[in-house]
């Protein structure tokens, strides 16, 4: 019985301090078509990794190493984001150095929450309409951002309330008046996730969008 107590409580506190490892195995990695390449992590939106599982394929196409991270496991989860990105440091069909991290809507929020302030860890950060809701005092989020941040907005987007162009524009804003390098592209006629086949699919702004996030990456991970 005693020891049966003793096996409960170690399984507890294993769920408790295993939480970070168990959220950075949740992963799926996306090859470049041969050798070796740079790492860009990449955390998917609300509708989880499927959804977004081309445009990892996409990037990986270029000759980088993927992982694709399910944003909805990494909301308000720091340690488990940067546990994430220290495994894709180590997949062998990775290069070594800094990694590039892309997030769309909820993850782009993520990456922005957490990712734009560790400069020892991140390259870059590149976000398609993510979620700036959570932003309280734009002032001081812009001052805190340490590393270039590339963000694509749509004008028309009003999804949930939670990505708005306006906030973005304010996040740009204050960053110029801080001195940290953000940088936001709007879409007049884009909405929430243009860049997807469907209702709100955005030709010109996918086209723009892609051309910019290629050369972004390029430059930050020395492609």
């Known amino acids: 019985m005693i ?7 170690a399984a507890f506190w294993a769920v408790i301090l295993g939480g970070a490892d168990a959220a950075a195995q949740a992963q799926t990695e996306y090859s470049p078509p041969s050798g070796k390449g740079p790492v860009v992590v990449m955390i998917s939106g609300q509708l989880g990794p499927a959804h977004d599982e ?10 980088y190493d993927v992982t694709l991270l399910d944003g909805n496991a990494l909301q308000g989860r720091g340690a488990a ?15 070594p150095g800094k990694v590039a991290v892309v997030g769309f809507s909820l993850g782009g929020g993520v990456a922005l929450a957490f990712a734009s302030h560790w400069p020892d860890l991140v390259a870059t950060v590149v976000a398609w309409y993510p979620a700036t809701k ?31 162009a306006d906030t973005a524009q304010a996040l740009a804003s ?17 909405d929430h996730d243009f860049i997807f086949a469907g209702r709100t699919y955005d030709a010109e702004a996918t086209a723009d969008s892609w051309q910019r996030a290629t050369v972004r990456l390029a430059q930050s991970l020395g492609r």
């Open 174 to 190: 204050a960053a110029k008046a801080a001195g940290t390098p953000v940088e936001v592209v709007s879409y007049r006629g884009a």
């Open 81 to 95: 984001l940067k546990a994430a990105l220290q495994q894709a440091q180590a997949s062998p069909h990775g290069l």
């Open 3 to 9: 020891r049966s107590a003793l096996l409960l409580i």
């Open 134 to 164: 959570f932003i309280g005092d734009v002032k001081s989020f812009a001052g805190g951002i340490t590393l270039p941040v590339l963000m694509f907005v749509g004008e028309q987007d009003h999804y949930q309330n939670c990505c708005l």
């Open 54 to 63: 081309p445009s990892a394929r996409k990037i990986a196409s270029l000759g």
